[in-house]
Every structure is written in C-alpha cells, then in structure tokens.
C-alpha cells in the first residue's frame, strides 16, 4: 500500500492568506491536493495539520483521509513528516510526500511515480527540466530516518545521505514545481489552469 503526507500545518506567512483554504477552481488547493493523489492510485491519505486545523478539518473531513497533528505551526517541515510517519499503517511499503501547494500536479505523476517503485526504485524525485519537485516517494524501509530528519535540512538531509539509491523521474509536467508561496504565484498558477484569476478569499 502507498500512503501520502500532505504537509497543511504552517501559517502561510508569505502569502498573506492560508493557502491550503484558497480557492482554485471549483475546490479548494489542499482538496485539489488529495484529489490528483487519490486519481494517481494513494489508497491512503494523511493530512497533516497544525494552524487552522479546525478549519481544514471541517472543509475535508468528509473525505476518505487521516489526520495528524503538527501543535506548532512555526516548525520545520521535518516535524509535520514526523507527525504523518506516526500515523502510517503497518501495511504501507511507501510514502509520497508533498506540500499542500502545489495543487496542479496531474494524477499521471503519481502514478508514474508508484510505477517506479514497484520497479524497486527507493526513493524517487520526480523532475521537470532537470528541475526537482513534489510530490516525493520514499520507500519505507527509510521510515525511522523520516522520523528523525534534520530540521534545518528535512527532507534533503535523507536523500544526501543515500544518494546512490535516489532516482530522480522525469516527468511530463511543470507543475511539479509550481508551488504557491506568494500571492502573485497563486493569481498566475490559477489563471493558467482555469483560464481567470480566482476570487478573492476571506482573510486568514
């Protein structure tokens, strides 16, 4: 089984507004998020969250996902994985991980990269270009070095540290890389997708 990690617990201070909870197109970015992870063949997805949770949870918590739990919306990225890793089940082989902003990412790039793995790749990059992105896959042989990343590092720390086993993917598609962060990225990610710029949200 295949699990994904939807990192949502920060404040999105350089946004200016709570990016998991922005518009786009007729969802909203993080149910945009868990919608091309379940079409590219996740059976199981955790979302953690952290500021706002209450929020979040009340927009998908209809939705065939787990939560977790991240108390302080300040720190690393290394402490939401921590928290999603705790709550994978015994059963799961692997586990895709991604910010939740990066809402265009196609079903086709999960699933190309579950191929991989099944292929006995162990911790996959997908690019566009040359240019890493999200979402990642990391085998979960690696799980307890998940739990304990560097914080000043997360993520990257992991893959330096096996290099040898790092496949990096190339795969059709930008939008691997085309995450969120400010407020003019989301106007012209958005109009690019939908072809208008999206409304303007509450604030928060």
């Known amino acids: 089984m295949i699990t994904a990690i939807v990192l949502a617990a920060g404040r999105s201070q350089r946004m200016g507004a709570f990016k998991p909870l922005l518009p786009f197109g007729k969802q909203t970015v993080i149910e945009a998020c868990i919608d091309y992870l379940r079409r590219g063949g996740v059976e199981e997805i955790i979302v953690v969250v952290g500021h706002r949770s209450a929020d979040l949870q009340d927009q998908v918590?209809?939705?065939p996902i787990q939560f977790a739990f991240n108390p302080d919306a300040e720190s690393e990225m290394s402490a939401s994985i921590a928290a999603g890793v705790a709550k994978i089940s015994s059963t799961t082989g692997a586990t895709l991980i991604t910010p939740a902003d990066l809402p265009a990412v196609p079903p086709t790039v999960v699933s190309a990269l579950i191929t991989e793995?099944?292929?006995?790749?162990k911790l996959i990059i997908p690019t566009w270009q040359n240019r890493g992105g999200h979402p990642?896959?990391?085998?979960?042989?690696f799980r307890h070095e998940l739990q304990t990343l560097d914080p000043d590092l997360g993520l990257k720390s992991l893959f330096t540290s096996h290099r040898d086993e790092v496949t990096r993917l190339p795969v059709n598609s930008p939008f691997i890389a085309r995450d969120i962060d400010k407020w003019d990225?989301?106007?012209?990610?958005?109009t690019e997708i939908f072809g208008h710029a999206p409304p303007e949200p509450p604030e928060g």
Request: a negative charge.
């Open 117 to 121: 793995w099944q292929n006995g790749a």
């Open 185 to 190: 990225d989301y106007l012209a990610l958005h």
């Open 136 to 141: 990642v896959l990391v085998d979960l042989r």
């Open 61 to 63: 918590g209809h939705l």
